[in-house]
């Protein structure tokens, strides 16, 4: 099984690179990239176990919880740090591992993996299927993730440190 997620992984994200060109139809897109942000933020709101008060969520639907910011100087930067080395997927890397986990108060998901703390949200409008398995939701989180991680764009802030 391991071995088919690998081709799988390894299939996409040759498929993902080469031309950057929009017209071309082999590169790995995110279907329905416009959850918008306020009802983005609301599911991954609900996401979050409401204990966790410092975490930082990125345009595309991942987001960074930190257990202890006392020794963080600016959230903003570190979550940008985080981002750009856990973000993106690097063939045959732990970068490329998943878990899927079927959220109870919002609908969706969240992709966990490589990097503390880092998940990713998906909603069942951005897949093509009614019912997913978790190979689909886990790829299509992941290939949000690496869109986070290659261009990181912060979409929100909750910290403590602001209350």
């Known amino acids: 099984m391991r071995i088919i997620f690998i081709i799988l992984l390894s299939s996409m994200i040759?498929?993902?690179?080469?031309?950057?060109?929009?017209?071309?139809?082999?590169?790995?897109?995110l279907k329905n990239t416009k959850v918008e942000t306020k009802s983005l933020l609301d599911?991954?709101?609900?996401?979050?176990?409401?204990?966790?008060?410092?975490?930082?969520?990125?345009?595309n639907g991942t987001y960074i919880i930190f257990d202890d910011i006392t020794q963080i100087e600016n959230?903003?930067?570190e979550a940008i740090r985080l981002m750009k080395?856990?973000?993106?997927?690097?063939?045959?890397?732990?970068a490329g591992d998943f878990n899927v986990i079927t959220l109870n108060e919002t609908e969706g998901w969240v992709v966990s993996g490589h990097g503390?703390?880092?998940?990713?949200?998906?909603?069942p409008s951005?897949?093509?299927?009614?019912?997913?398995?978790?190979?689909?939701?886990?790829l299509y989180g992941r290939s949000k993730?690496?869109?986070?991680g290659e261009n990181p764009k912060i979409a929100y802030i909750n910290s403590s440190k602001n209350n």
């Not at 040759?14 to 897109?29: A, F, H, Q, R, T």
């Not at 080395?85 to 732990?94: D, K, M, N, W, Y």
């Not at 503390?116 to 909603?123: A, D, E, Q």
């Open 75 to 77: 959230i903003e930067t």
């Open 85 to 94: 080395e856990f973000g993106p997927v690097h063939a045959g890397g732990p």
């Open 126 to 138: 951005e897949l093509e299927t009614n019912s997913p398995d978790d190979i689909t939701i886990g």
């Open 14 to 29: 040759l498929l993902g690179c080469g031309n950057k060109n929009k017209d071309n139809e082999s590169k790995i897109e």
């Open 43 to 59: 599911n991954v709101k609900l996401a979050i176990n409401p204990k966790f008060k410092d975490w930082v969520l990125f345009k």
């Open 145 to 148: 993730r690496n869109n986070d």
């Open 116 to 123: 503390y703390g880092m998940y990713t949200y998906v909603n």
